[in-house]
């Protein structure tokens, strides 16, 4: 069984900062990539940010620049450090993990259940 859990979201102004976490855990042979999507009501999910088991990353164009995504691939770990927040960045967001579990034979996104960040005054 694999589990994928998010924390570090809430309320900050605009202009704040916030990090994200995330951890993939259970019986995983092996992590293709990690990365992060988010949901705003009404609105598709769409990707944040991701990083590759290689280090590679990716990020979503009304997010560079601001944000930066991290992570330790044998760890299982990813972060996303959220710089200059703005009303808009307002979404739930969802941590990703493609992974290889043991005795499997292909690869699967796996989603954790969400955390919330809401940027207000």
């Known amino acids: 069984q694999v589990q994928v859990v998010e924390s570090g979201g809430g309320l900050v102004q605009p202009g704040g900062s916030l990090r994200l976490s995330c951890a993939a855990s259970?019986?995983?042979?092996?992590?293709?990539?990690m990365g992060w999507y988010r949901q705003a009501p009404g609105k598709e999910r769409e990707l944040v940010a991701r990083?590759?088991?290689?280090?590679?990353?990716a990020y979503g164009d009304s997010v560079k620049g601001r944000f930066t995504i991290s992570g330790d691939n044998a760890k299982k770990t990813v972060y996303l450090q959220m710089n200059s927040l703005k009303p808009e960045d307002t979404a739930v967001y969802y941590c990703?993990?493609?992974?290889?579990?043991?005795?499997?034979?292909?690869?699967?996104?796996?989603w954790g259940q969400g955390t919330q960040v809401t940027v207000s005054s």
């Open positions: 990703n993990a493609e992974l290889l579990v043991v005795g499997a034979r292909q690869w699967v996104d796996y």
């Open positions: 259970g019986i995983i042979f092996s992590c293709n990539g």
């Open positions: 990083i590759t088991s290689g280090g590679g990353t």
